[in-house]
């Protein structure tokens, strides 16, 4: 049965490998982006205008690109190791691993974002951009995992 489903999908690889990809891509987008929305957020007085605006803009940001790419990545991601029985080498592994380490930044930065929106934030500007940077070197490993294959 396994093999049969496997070899029915066999022909979609191509489409599932380019939507997991995009995916990626809005994920990352988002994961680098709303960080820096938090710098330009604790320069924002508690309640204002423009604190209210930020609230917004993270809000549509996460609910509607961030956690959606997140959620479609794990789908199609192990998807696609089983379906080219990837899942066998190394190289994914520590992928894989790296993108948990991504995955639990995101849920810290969840966890900011619902600081934010109870105007409870207490860390400094300072702390969000160093934040920032860690998606970006993830990202450059995960890449590098994914394309070169070392360790196949």
């Not at 993108?99 to 109870?118: K, M, T, Y």
Request: proline share 4%; with cysteine.
């Amino acid at each position: 049965m396994e093999d049969s489903i496997r070899n029915a999908l066999a022909d979609y690889i191509p489409w599932i490998l380019a939507f997991h990809i995009i995916f990626v891509i809005t994920w990352m987008a988002g994961m680098l982006y709303l960080p820096r929305l938090f710098v330009y957020h604790t320069q924002t007085k508690a309640g204002s205008e423009s604190s209210e605006r930020f609230k917004v803009m993270e809000r549509k940001l996460l609910r509607g690109i961030v956690n959606p790419s997140m959620v479609a990545v794990w789908i199609l991601g192990p998807l696609l190791a089983w379906l080219t029985s990837a899942y066998l080498d190394i190289w994914l592994w520590i992928k894989f691993t790296l993108v948990v380490v991504l995955s639990g930044i995101h849920g810290f930065l969840v966890h900011c974002w619902r600081d934010f929106e109870a105007d409870r934030n207490t860390r400094s500007e300072h702390f969000y951009r160093v934040l920032n940077e860690i998606p970006a070197v993830l990202m450059i490993f995960i890449v590098i995992l994914a394309v070169v294959k070392p360790f196949s």
